[in-house]
């Protein structure tokens, strides 16, 4: 007897093979990947390698920037991270950024245990020493895993394998140690200092030396002994650079600069110590959630319960197509959009509000939006994926002014209300007329938290210090007074808005003839914004090249800035003279070399004079859908997504900084074929998807499909489009398109339609009507 061709006995040893490769996981897996399985915490951790993208950055003497985002064990918008350091940040010069974790290096020095400030951890083999020295070890980067909830790497001079996952307010640790005497665990407060108990042989507990913060720590098993220790800062006589050190053995108590403990234990060789640690604001309140969250010693049952966290997440959103890379870098991307707010007390918690008072949270409680940063586009992300968590975040806001007199403004600019607005008009329910008094107040007091507001109520415009000697490059001090008026001009037409849709028609009145104040710091003569002395006259050398860090711009050249009117790409274009001098305006934007002499360290991720790696014209990319050349907008985004994210030799490259989700958030929306260019509005820019297809489960229970038919890396040029059924003709779709569930199709080719969204009735709105 035979099958197919082959004995029995042949068919019996193949299945037995297979059945023998499954049980051992050596079997290919033939079911796709999970969202959860594409996203890796490493991207955005490492730096683009290749010069021509990266320009002249950084300054001498200070590492390129990277996306600089956590590879830590957390949970969506956790303020509890379990993640590596290693960047020994007590021993760095200050430069940029200080960020704990750089892809390229190559050291551990500890682990974080939960909040910001929390203590440092670190599992060592062998003798120690006191920090900030700290005993590190050499790591294996073919060993190091970051995935959602999950973080792991082999500590290569200790022969320890470390494991850390976490909930919302707890982490545990899994350390595996090779067989030794001489197993330590220290765990210490840092520079910021504070008190350290060791409670009994199997916990400790500490207190910050600032503020609020308490943690109690558990062992799975007893150590054998233990000690504390600190650092005596040096006196500036003749000690070292680090001072001096106490090290006290069998002591319990011990408070000051990197006060800490020392535990030994003797191990066998596997043998694993779990620790758990809690934060909160006292120790009954760090111990109760110790026990409510984390009361076992299942580390695997709390690693899944934090990825099913996330599966939740990113399972939001649904893609077809793309390449395995593509894809990867889009969870990645995906879930580092959601690393902020920070949740600061779910309802029921006890937090700290302003002053100091600790009250009960109403609600789930978050920290400040990063406005400047996320309010481009996060915020957008988020209401599409999870609106029950934004009203939320808008409550958490609204409370904020009301305990401060003011609407939090974040770093720069005043951008609130595009989230309040933005949201308003994609139909979350939610007091807005409550929260426009706030946002009111912020845009008319000039003691408020508007800079130099009163200029520019008075001017119309900011104007900027020029230093003695005015010197080429500029120096990096200044009011930013050309960009701030631009930004304010963009936040006070969201404010008419917002006043016309509560029937405050004086307010209207009042902030749209404001929101035309970005003209007064255009200068005709050359086709740039330009800063102003404060008797009007135009500053005097001015390079559109150069990165004038604060001076006139903010952390941008006069051509990034010149595009800083995303609420007015019509009245931009008649600036310029229409828009084929528009166009041709973008095209010498995107072609003109990155030839500076300043350095701007935030500058990095360049096409021609365009930078990717921070906030100022990331919408500049899809200004084409306004100028009537859809298809440069459509080329230029998928040349930005292939080029700037994962192109290095990692493959986990970011532009720049993140900055909480702004950059991740780029990303995503970028390669779903859509951006908020003014997240004030309800209107959505197209671009040209990455994916064949795309279902964004959408939080309000619909559905929104985007289909790209012969979508590839060759084919990137919208042919014709359908939505929800009908011919589109638009290079932008409104949210009232898709509210109610939407399908947008595409038919995608390797040539532009330069008929397609072309015509000028086909340009989406903007404040200025195109007189055609």
């Given at each position: 007897m035979y099958v197919v061709g082959r004995s029995i006995e042949a068919a019996s040893l193949a299945l037995l093979c297979a059945t023998l490769l499954h049980s051992t996981g050596l079997a290919q897996k033939t079911s796709a990947k999970t969202p959860l399985e594409y996203a890796n915490g490493l991207v955005g951790t490492a730096p683009l390698d290749d010069q021509k993208l990266i320009g002249n950055a950084p300054p001498p003497g200070e590492q390129l920037y990277s996306g600089f985002t956590s590879p830590a064990a957390m949970l969506p918008h956790s303020s509890t991270e379990l993640g590596p350091i290693n960047a020994n940040l007590d021993l760095n010069f200050p430069a940029g950024v200080r960020a704990p974790y750089f892809y390229p290096n190559r050291t551990i020095f500890g682990f974080s245990t939960g909040a910001e400030d929390s203590p440092t951890i670190m599992p060592i083999v062998g003798d120690w020493t006191v920090p900030p020295e700290r005993s590190a070890s050499v790591y294996d980067k073919m060993r190091e895993t970051s995935?959602?909830?999950?973080?792991?790497?082999?500590?290569?001079?200790?022969?320890?394998?470390?494991?850390?996952?976490?909930?919302?307010?707890?982490?545990?640790?899994?350390?595996?140690?090779?067989?030794?005497?001489?197993?330590?665990?220290?765990?210490?407060?840092?520079?910021?200092?504070?008190?350290?108990?060791?409670?009994?042989?199997?916990?400790?507990?500490?207190?910050?030396?600032?503020?609020?913060?308490?943690?109690?720590?558990?062992?799975?098993?007893?150590?054998?002994?233990?000690?504390?220790?600190?650092?005596?800062?040096?006196?500036?006589?003749?000690?070292?650079?680090?001072?001096?050190?106490?090290?006290?053995?069998?002591?319990?108590?011990?408070?000051g600069n990197f006060a800490g403990a020392y535990l030994r234990f003797a191990t066998n060789g596997g043998e694993q110590i779990l620790v758990k640690v809690a934060t909160g604001l006292s120790y009954a309140m760090a111990e109760q959630r110790l026990q409510a969250e984390d009361p076992e010693w299942d580390f695997d049952r709390v690693k899944r319960q934090a990825e099913h966290a996330w599966a939740e997440k990113l399972n939001r959103i649904e893609v077809k197509g793309g390449t395995e890379k593509e894809k990867m870098l889009f969870y990645s991307c995906l879930y580092h959009s959601f690393a902020s707010p920070r949740l600061v007390a779910r309802k029921g918690d006890e937090f700290v509000v302003r002053g100091g008072k600790i009250e009960e949270a109403a609600y789930d409680h978050y920290g400040e939006v990063p406005f400047w940063d996320t309010g481009r586009n996060q915020i957008v992300l988020l209401t599409l994926l999870e609106p029950n968590a934004k009203l939320d975040i808008l409550r958490s806001q609204f409370d904020m002014a009301r305990e401060r007199g003011y609407m939090g403004t974040s770093f720069h600019g005043d951008n609130a209300?595009?989230?309040?607005?933005?949201?308003?008009?994609?139909?979350?329910?939610?007091?807005?007329?409550?929260?426009?008094?706030?946002?009111?107040?912020?845009?008319?007091?000039?003691?408020?938290?508007?800079?130099?507001?009163?200029?520019?109520?008075?001017?119309?415009?900011?104007?900027?210090?020029?230093?003695?000697?005015?010197?080429s490059p500029p120096y990096a001090g200044g009011k930013a007074g050309a960009a701030t008026t631009l930004e304010y001009s963009w936040d006070d037409y969201a404010l008419a808005l917002y006043a016309k849709k509560l029937g405050r028609d004086d307010d209207y009145r009042l902030f749209l003839q404001r929101a035309h104040n970005y003209r007064n710091v255009f200068d005709p003569s050359i086709g740039f914004m330009r800063g102003k002395t404060e008797d009007g006259r135009w500053i005097t050398p001015f390079d559109p090249k150069e990165p004038y860090y604060n001076?006139?711009?903010?952390?941008?050249?006069?051509?990034?800035?010149?595009?800083?009117?995303?609420?007015d790409g019509q009245g931009l274009i008649d600036l310029l003279g229409g828009r084929e001098k528009f166009a041709a305006k973008l095209d010498e934007f995107f072609n003109t070399p990155y030839t500076a002499k300043g350095i701007c360290r935030d500058c990095t991720g360049v096409i021609g004079q365009y930078v990717q790696g921070n906030q100022p014209d990331q919408q500049s990319a899809y200004y084409y859908d306004w100028a009537g050349q859809p298809w440069k907008t459509q080329k230029l985004t998928r040349e930005i997504l292939a080029s700037m994210y994962g192109s290095d030799r990692y493959g986990l490259a970011f532009p720049g900084m993140d900055d909480q989700g702004s950059t991740s958030s780029w990303y995503v929306m970028s390669a779903l074929g859509f951006y908020p260019v003014d997240p004030?509005?309800?209107?959505?820019?197209?671009?040209?998807?990455?994916?064949?297809?795309?279902?964004?489960?959408?939080g309000s229970g619909k559905d929104f499909t985007i289909v790209a038919h012969g979508n590839s890396a060759r084919n990137i040029y919208i042919q014709s489009a359908t939505l929800n059924g009908k011919p589109w003709n638009k290079p932008w779709f409104s949210h009232s398109d898709i509210a109610d569930g939407g399908k947008l199709i595409l038919t995608m080719g390797p040539e532009p339609n330069r008929r397609w969204g072309s015509a000028i009735d086909a340009a989406p709105p903007s404040m200025t009507v195109s007189s055609r």
């Open positions: 995935s959602p909830g999950f973080y792991s790497v082999y500590l290569d001079d200790y022969r320890t394998l470390a494991e850390m996952t976490a909930t919302a307010w707890t982490g545990i640790f899994r350390f595996t140690f090779p067989q030794t005497e001489k197993a330590h665990i220290l765990l210490d407060w840092g520079g910021g200092g504070g008190d350290i108990e060791i409670v009994n042989d199997h916990s400790l507990r500490g207190k910050s030396a600032h503020g609020n913060r308490y943690f109690v720590a558990e062992f799975s098993r007893p150590f054998r002994d233990c000690g504390a220790f600190k650092q005596i800062p040096p006196t500036g006589r003749r000690d070292s650079l680090l001072g001096d050190n106490v090290v006290d053995p069998g002591a319990r108590t011990i408070s209300v595009f989230m309040y607005l933005g949201d308003w008009e994609r139909g979350l329910k939610f007091d807005y007329a409550g929260v426009y008094e706030y946002l009111r107040k912020n845009a008319t007091d000039p003691h408020g938290p508007r800079g130099y507001l009163a200029e520019y109520m008075r001017n119309g415009w900011i104007s900027d210090i020029v230093p003695d000697g005015n010197p001076f006139m711009m903010k952390e941008a050249s006069g051509w990034s800035t010149l595009w800083l009117v995303p609420h004030s509005s309800p209107d959505y820019i197209l671009g040209s998807p990455v994916f064949d297809q795309a279902v964004i489960h959408m």
